[in-house]
């Protein structure tokens, strides 16, 4: 098994720039297997094959006068919830209706500039609001995993669960993510791919459609290390334009990925072992010690004190942004509207009533509930403060450390049917994501192991601010010593 | 000297503080690129971040938040080094993101204060709480269709300061006066035009009533958007008394917001308290705290321009006018700016009684204001220069502004055109004198036995033989030897 769908991003950059593939060919080969196996998987909400191949050509053109960036011709999928100029951005809601936005997000026009070929717009969970990617407006996302001797349909995590189920599938070479409380990691880990959100300030948000602004980072997800390594060296860069955008220079992160872990000290945090985490869970995080420590890494005992309050703190903080940030579709510019020719008040309900989706709407009321007069001291305010000390608990910790090592998530992919019927329970899924998002540090997922059923695990790292350096580096041993080199059950270049 | 409002139970004080909305000057909006200039077809000056697009993030206008410092400097008020910017959250129409972007629990300036002139030349010190940067809102457009409502953008995210007061208003003229000052003061600093009927300013006023000695505040309502000085004075009245009779009548005033109707002079319920907004303010996370540094603040301060007390002390110490008139010529720069082209190094208080009298006629005669002026002030210069040289008298001056105002000529074109050059030739006065006193034997002889009241007359006649243009002093002069002959 070896041929066109066996790329990496790198080995697919390396071949281009070598002459042995055309971006044409290549991006013809994503576009037949998306149409091949989308309709399944559903990981697409917009495709976009004419201007794949427009782009394709330009790419060639400009790698056949020895020009091109360090994309040029890579064959990307990009979740959509980044505005794209002349693409329906949906961010898989029913409200936005059929936006065309008239700008490109910073992020994908770094990735333009850079030669990348954009195949289409990647399913999510509405407004990024999920763990499962069952709650777009679009239809749920398919794992293309499958555990074994069982055919019950896997969700692929959330909420990047279209990008995750895309790199996964081989229908694209990489994608971009959105995290907000580990919407790159978790989806990651559920597919069996890599995925980094960098820190807070990275990427630019500016075109990015909100969810939680403190906290949304876009980042990259792809096959391994190295390929998101390149991705985010494009994707990353300060923007004027974003005001929580950091102006720092950004490094070459793929350089970054052979300098080891020798005399690097790697913090196991013990909070981090969760009162009924399955055996199988920290059977892998354990593997993940002795791997570091058998490259040369020193492993450090460390205390996180304020993680348990992580979670609870993030659905108050992120769903006070959130309710703010969905105000505006209310049916007046934007928003589909439901007119009943009542009062603006009654149009507001109908459009906002039809609109958004379950989820999303609990998560607007439980926001608003928070901010309420007599509410918001004791909710956001308090998780504001306790969000500055897990923030303080990092910045303690990484005086002794230079990465810290946890499980992604608290279990493999679910089966679709298996969601569970309270939404609390949902949320535990980003148990081990969420403290890093609060406080603004860098972490990555990359595949370690399959789980009893034959589904991927992953193993979390998360680094210092803006030392995404040291966190590839650290992951790129984990991913060598794993060689984890399984594949989905459905895949490009397999008959499913 | 309060004043006080008499009601069936005795006398009743009012309590007012003033919440003015002062659009400030700047070409961009304070979060984005668009132009922020009054006027234009609607929505076209609008960018994405304005209307609410997807993904569209404010940027701070820094111009914006250089006019505030300057604007609480100009205020005597503390400037807050460190400032963060709030989302206010509320639906409406012609508020695209679904909240404004405010400064609610740190605003860039703090306490202050304002000095006004009252009419009986007394003056009264009104305390500034806070200023505080905000976005304007769109326009709803109601009456140009029976069942749609149409909004304009052009002003959503337009930079406003509002500027709050202490509750230390205790009558319609003190209201009207502290407007009137602030808006003197943000003219002066160039921070806002000042331009009510555009809707530079517009001021919600907090009136509450209450028995005078009586400690503490009754409850207040607010009437939003008042958008003259007569309308903010006027609303006051009308709302105090509505309050004291309820009072008076045992009832309760309710913590309300309500708006005033000029036509019907009344004021109305919008909202009660119970459905009043909750806004749900916190900090907006697209946006960073604002950290101003020190060194900024003071460079800012060094180039302020002269203020309206400064320039009124300057102007009496330079100029040796009265606190009236220099309470007069500061009202606008522009005046107090003609009126030092006009007297500087001439005779100021010719200057001064010439820019008052004549000069501040003519223009409301012509209903120009002091930039269009008929008459600039080196051309009114000018015309002093003759009167201080003697070429013409007081009065033919007076008939040379008057012809300049009306032709745009020069003083001295006029005079030379008219053949208005005073005679100061004694040999002519004296024959037009004894012509005169020929020509009234009997009133001379009146005078001679004591009717000293007849030198006026005789001055007059000479006069105007002379058509206006005898020197007086030597007319006077001439006239008391030749009757004592």
Redesign the interface.
Known sequence: MSGIHDFTLASARDALKARKISAVELTNAYIDAIERLDGRLNSFITRTPDLARESAKAADAALAKGEGGKLCGIPLGIKDL??TRGVR?T?ASKI?GN?V???E?TVTSNLLRDGAVFLGKLNLDEFAMGSANLTSAFGPVENPWKRKGSDAKLVPGGSSGGSAAAVAAGLVLGATGTDTGGSIRQPAAFTGIAGVKPTYGRCS??????F???LDQAGPMARNLRDCAIMLESMAGFD?????SVDTPVPNYEAALSRGVKGLRVGIPREYHADGMPAEIEALWQQGIDWLRAAGAEIVDISLPHTKYGLPTYYIAAL??A??NL??Y?G???GERVNHGGS??EL?EATRAAGFGDEVKRRILIG?HV???GY?DAY?LRAQKVRTLIQRDFLNAYENVDVILTPTAPSGAFAQDEKPTDPVQMYLNDIFTVPASMAGVPALSVPAGLDAHGVPLGLQLIGKFFDEETLLAAGHVIEQAASFNHRPTIHAGVSA | MSYRITGNTGEWEIVVGLEVHAQVVSKAKLFSGASAEYGGEPNTHVSTIDAGFPGMLPVLNQECVAQAVRTGLGLNAQINLFSRFDRKNYFYADLPTGYQISQFAHPIVGTGKVIVDLADGSTREIGVTRLHLEQDAGKSIHDQDPTRSFIDLNRAGVCLMEIVSEPDIRSPEEAGAYVRKLRQILRYLGTCDGNMEEGSMRADVNVSVRKPGEDGFRTRCEIKNVNSIRYVMQCIEVEAQRQVQIWEEGGEVDQETRLFDHVRSETRSLRSKEDAHDYRYFPDPDLLPLIIEQSWVDELKAALPELPEDKRDRLEREYGVTRYESGVLVAEQAIADFYETVAKGADARLATNWMLGDFFAALNRTGRSIEDSPVSASSLRELLALISDSTINGKIAKEVLEDMVETGDSAAAIVERKGLRQVTDTGAIETAIREILANNADKVSEFKSGKDKLFGFFVGQTMKAMKGKGNPALVNEMLKKLLAE
């Not at chain 1, 004027?240 to 929580?244: F, I, L, P, W």
């Open positions: 980044f505005c951005t961010a936005i936006f936005p008239p700008y997000s948000r500016f075109g990015t459609i909100a939680a602004s403190s004027a334009r974003d005001s929580t006070a942004e309710s703010s105000a505006r209310d007046v510019r934007f603006l008040d507001y608003t901010l309420s007069s918001y956001y």
